[in-house]
Nanobody, 118 residues
Framework: QVRLVESGGGLVQAGGSLRLSCAASGRTFSSSAMGWFRQAPGKEREFVAT????????LYADSVKGRFTISRIAANNTGYLQMNSLKPDDTAIYYC???????????WGQGTQVTVSS
């Protein structure tokens, strides 16, 4: 199995930035991609971004294009989500995931809270 541990969540004012990290361990070779999803209270879980481990091809949800950047250091089995120009609507629990490209959903982290204040 693959284990994922997120870090970097917290409280930030609108317009600010945060960087989330996702450290993967275990049988990481079984996953072709990692990604980020988020869920706000009263809303469904939604896709945020994904990246392929090998080539680094990226995909983003329309709501975060131009503001968020997903990246990875494949040799370290670590993924990142740089979040800039944060909005209150970005407030959610953010989950790291690993699995197949382009929508990894085989393994999940515990989630990290991101709160954006006005």
């Amino acid at each position: 199995q693959v284990r994922l541990v997120e870090s970097g969540g917290g409280l930030v004012q609108a317009g600010g930035s945060l960087r989330l990290s996702c450290a993967a361990s275990g049988r990481t070779f079984s996953s072709s991609a990692m990604g980020w999803f988020r869920q706000a209270p009263g809303k469904e879980r939604e896709f945020v971004a994904t990246i392929s481990w090998g080539v680094g091809v990226t995909l983003y949800a329309d709501s975060v294009k131009g503001r968020f950047t997903i990246s990875r250091i494949a040799a370290n089995n670590t993924g990142y989500l740089q979040m800039n120009s944060l909005k209150p609507d970005d407030t959610a629990i953010y989950y790291c995931a690993a699995g197949g490209w382009p929508r990894p959903n085989s393994y999940w982290g515990q989630g990290t809270q991101v709160t954006v204040s006005s």
